[in-house]
């Protein structure tokens, strides 16, 4: 089946930095998704990509959809400690809004460290 | 902002037991899903729902899973007889399917079979 890695798996942070996350995917998506997961909570959408190569924010948060369709990035900056959690990215073969299942990555877990 | 409801927060099942997972999907939504999480690894997807008939389903979604929409309002998960491995966070979701928004998932129950 479809495979999303994401790297880093972990990353610990001071408050204020910028942090780059990545996803890539063996075969193509035509739709990317970021989520936040906070714990016990479900997954919370940050940001949504729908054509190759676009660059979408949502206030500190970029992401870009990779023109291969394979891979995604997400960056966010200054962080702040509610940015804690663990965030997801997610694939959609359907370009359209539907009922199609998403395909999550493995999870980048971020920490700050006081 | 209107949300998708999940009960129990919790439960506990003895190993064998049938277990019957509770969502209340967003009201205008036509398509719905259950998605699950075991312990520290990625959310994985389970089943999706429209027009009171399944959709999409998963290797993970075998005879011993049922889902049904008994009502206008509820959306439940069926576990047959459970099994230790069926422990894990199942998330329920729901989207309206146009081009409208992506889907909005629930808070989980933290299944526990013992």
């Known amino acids: 089946g479809q495979q999303l890695n994401q790297s880093p798996q972990s990353m610990f942070i001071q408050e204020g930095e910028d942090v780059s996350m990545n996803c890539t995917s063996s075969?193509?998506?035509?739709?990317w998704l970021w989520y936040k997961q906070d714990p016990g909570e479900g997954p919370v959408l940050l940001i949504a990509l729908y054509k190759a190569g676009e660059l979408t924010s949502n206030g500190r948060l970029t992401a870009q959809f990779g023109i291969t369709r394979k891979d995604s990035f997400l960056n966010i900056s200054a962080s702040i400690p509610s940015d804690v959690g663990i965030y997801f990215c997610a694939g959609r073969l359907n370009p359209n809004f539907g009922n199609e299942k998403l395909t999550f990555g493995t999870g980048t877990r971020l920490t700050i460290i006081p | 902002e209107p949300e998708v409801t999940q009960t129990p927060s919790h439960q506990v099942t003895q190993m064998g037991q049938e277990v019957i997972l509770r969502c209340v999907p967003i009201s205008n939504h036509l398509y719905f899903y259950w998605y699950r999480q075991i312990l520290g690894q990625k959310v994985e997807f389970l089943v999706s729902f429209y027009n009171n008939e399944i959709s999409e389903k998963s290797e993970i979604f075998d005879d011993q899973f049922s889902v049904e929409r008994p009502d206008g309002s509820n959306f439940t998960l069926k576990i047959r007889s459970t099994k230790l491995e069926d422990s894990a966070m199942y998330f329920c979701?729901?989207?309206?399917?146009?081009?409208?928004?992506?889907?909005?998932f629930g808070q989980g129950t933290r299944l526990t079979v013992v």
């Open positions: 979701a729901s989207s309206d399917g146009g081009g409208g928004t992506e889907a909005f």
């Open positions: 075969s193509i998506f035509n739709t």
